[in-house]
């Protein structure tokens, strides 16, 4: 790093290259006040409070702007520009009310009042409380346009504008009229830019009153954004993004910021408790450990330990999941152990493993700032994982980088994208052929990386050569053309990144669809690099560490195969782990539906809500003989099935590491104390074993206990103490303590050799197809305000920006069928109806539908369809043949 020598009233300071005066005097402790600036984005001099007087210059120069350099001689305070802060002080004052002093006094104006002793003088309010989360008085606006640039060049929003000039300017929300009403999504970036309280925070989070800030990881997404939480009397009061966060640098979406309050929710179910005859009674924790322990004993001695199986959370942490599968393989002797990743991505770390070698994104965010092109696939980045979403369309819209979106519907992206591909849910694999018969058949392959990395060209080729643009078309529903022009632009723009999410994974040719995506990369060399690469956007928060700790049958901790892994782990564990293979989730379930699978524990997984084919899938769970259920909440599956209920903490009350999308593996720390009778998952596992006779080696005296056991077991996490984690995290491979950790995958070899073979694969359509009794085709998902089965959401402030799941369609469709916004309609599948609110959507195409299915009211997945993926079996939730009508009002 280099420094200079810079001279600050009167002192000699070494400053680093590239920082500005401003910095340097927040770091000495004693800058001026600085209104209009953000740490977060470039200088912007407006206020001219942090001021300073330099040696040589004549007026004073804003420090915030001022970069230091070499024997720069600079003076912070002068009777001048004392004189000159006060006078514009008492000025700014006429903004704030007395009262606004003592009612938020982390607001950089407040601070700077109340430093120089001068008693705020405004009066009156312009006050507009139509948002939830967002409390705005326009009144207090002192014009420093730091919620409009932090809109702009954070979010990339844009819902912040200034009318007119001098003392006649106003600041109006996009709407012209209220926030409410505006395109604002919520991310609560311009609250904790405003210097006053023009705009402070709502929905229940007073930040003023944080006695602790505590820095953590927030608890939804696999974007994984650092974040601190500001408690007090044990209730979370304030959330702030981690300004020096590697993964959101400063930025956190409505999710991070707003919705933490489901920790504190009355909805939470604090004791342990046992159905009996009348109902759910409330037990000790002795008497549920041993009720449960007795059972499942008795199963296992009456069945076998086959007979049972046990489902981690990834919503848990690292070291939860890591026990919860030593649990299933050391305790109970099954490698019947899986967890949600089932439903969501396995499709793609196992298309990853089997073609690349590893099992995991390829690349790091950061490549998002150093591609020229993306490519998403079926995933809606901005509202699932808004962060990453927000960057990638701050680069579009900087014309850094270009955009191909495949997806049926006219997402965000997709508005910015260069090439949209608009195609018929469940047709992924013919587009993705064609694309490559492109490449193939205009020569853009990239002949050089082929040669070093790359077999089997001529046969894929030749499995290919038949899928003419023209042909996929009719297929896909877009235009020959299209295909051409996304083909030819993702061979010839380097480097180009790809991401994709549940709508390449969700289907019944799931794995193949992300096969037909890596074989693109291949072709095209796009991989290896800084900006290339190939990202599954991961889920919940810790979704991609439940599997990787070894909650999935077929491996251990690390990912690593079981029979690759079995000497090392059984060495670690001292006892030999099973021989008989064990059962994915979704083969748990048939086998729970012929009576094979007796017992289930399941942790955080809300099984009757979100598995598909309601139906079907309560069938299988009322059919065991004992269903545990380990959870914060009663989900839809502890209450209509369970027998015994355990309350674990959640993630804002345990110490513990996440593993996000991009391989980092960061520190999850207690901000709360566990709440009522509450306790870790880990613990409660470990008591479990110690009831059950086999507690040895379940036993740990803290989180990081365990994880110390996760590195032994796994080589490429043996460099991740929780020492080097502590701010930021590192992503694996990294193999000791002087690995700084992987950002890129592949760059000389890939995980299994230096060369990889392309695959050919083979279209068949989804056997769910519409006919004159179903004739419309819905696909499902999410949005950005709810969170899967909505027992964290649904459980804080978000829960009022949607309260339930709409099912939306075009204006055009509508207007056919006579219907309005809001609604109430009847969808009905070949499995089962729900009925829903109508939503209006313009993203939609004609004859297609799109429903969420976060609310426990509307039980979407009564509809969706038991078919799944046939390599790692997803269930293909995209894809369901419906009818619709009307609900008499
Ligand atoms: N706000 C919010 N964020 C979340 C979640 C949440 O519930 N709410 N859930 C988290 C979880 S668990 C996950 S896995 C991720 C999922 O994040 P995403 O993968 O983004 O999830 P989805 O919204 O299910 O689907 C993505 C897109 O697939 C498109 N699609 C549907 N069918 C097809 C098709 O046949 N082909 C193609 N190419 N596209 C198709 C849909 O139109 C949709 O825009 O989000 C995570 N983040
Ligand atoms: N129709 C349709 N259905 C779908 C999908 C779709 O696209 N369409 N997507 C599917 C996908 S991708 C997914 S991932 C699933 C998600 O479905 P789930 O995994 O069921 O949903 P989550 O809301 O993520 O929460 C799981 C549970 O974890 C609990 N929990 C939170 N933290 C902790 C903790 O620390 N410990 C314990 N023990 N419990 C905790 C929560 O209270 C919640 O009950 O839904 C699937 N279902
Ligand atoms: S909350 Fe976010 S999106 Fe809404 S106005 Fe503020 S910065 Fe813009
Ligand atoms: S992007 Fe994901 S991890 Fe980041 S704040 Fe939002 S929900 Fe949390
Ligand atoms: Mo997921």
Known sequence: MQTVTIRIDGQAVEARAGESVLEVLQRLGHAPPALCHDPRLPPAPRCRLCSVEVEGQDDPVNSCALPVSEG??????????????HQWLE??????????????PQKALHQALRAQGIAPSGQGSRVDDSHPLIHVDLARCISCQRCARVCHELQGQDVWHQLGRGEGVQLVPDSGGSLGASHCVACGACVDACPTAALVDAGGLQPERAEHWTRSVCSYCGV??????????????????????PVNKGHLCVKGRYGQGFAQSSRRVLTPMLRREDGWQACCWDEALDEVARRLLALQAAHGADSLGVLGSAR???????????????VLGTHNVDCCARVCHAPSAAALKTLLGTGAATSSYDDIERTRLFLVAGANPNENHPVVGARIRQQLRRGAAQAIVIDPRRTELAELATVHLALRPGTNLPLLLAMAQVVLAEGLHDRDFIARRVDELEAFAVSVREWT????????????EAIRQAARLYANTRPALCFHGLGMTEQGQGTEGVMALINLALLCGQIGQPGAGLNPLRGQNNVQGSAHMGCEPGSLAGGIAIEAGRARTEQVWGRALPQRPGLNLMQMLDAAEAGRVRGLLVLGYDLALSLPDSQRSWQALKRLDLL?????????????????????????????????AERRVQRVRAALRPRGQSLPDWQILGALAARMGRGEGMQFESAEAIWDEVRQVWPDGAGLSYARLDRGGLQWPCRDEDDPGTRVLHAERFGHGVRTSLRPLDYRPSPEVCDADYPWLLSTGR????????????????????????????????????????????????RGSAELPLRIDARLQPGQLFATFHDPAVLLNRLTSSERDRWVHAPEYKVCAVQLERVPD
Do not use: W
């Open 628 to 660: 545990v259920v380990q959870d914060l909440y009663l989900n839809e599956t502890a209450a209509r099935f369970a027998d015994v209920f355990l309350p674990a903490c959640s993630t804002l009350e345990k110490d513990g590491t996440f593993m996000n």
């Open 783 to 830: 949005n950005l305000y709810q969170f899967n089965a909505a027992t964290m959401s649904g459980a804080s402030a978000l829960q009022a920006l949607r309260p339930t799941d709409t099912l939306d369609l075009c204006a055009a469709d509508a207007e056919r069928l006579g219907l309005r916004e809001g609604q109430r309609v009847r969808v009905r599948s070949r």
């Open 72 to 85: 720069l001689v600079v003076r912070s305070d002068s009777p001048a520009l004392q004189a000159y802060r």
């Open 469 to 480: 643009p023209e042909r996929a078309a009719a297929i896909c529903g877009v235009e020959a």
């Open 91 to 104: 000025a700014l004052g006429a903004h704030c009310r007395p009262e606004d002093l003592e009612r938020h």
């Open 224 to 245: 994984g954004c650092e974040l601190e939480l500001g408690t007090a009397d044990e209730q979370v009061v304030g959330v702030r993004p981690v300004l020096d966060a």
């Open 316 to 330: 848990a942490t690292n070291e939860d999941n890591y026990l919860t599968a030593k649990f299933a393989r050391h």
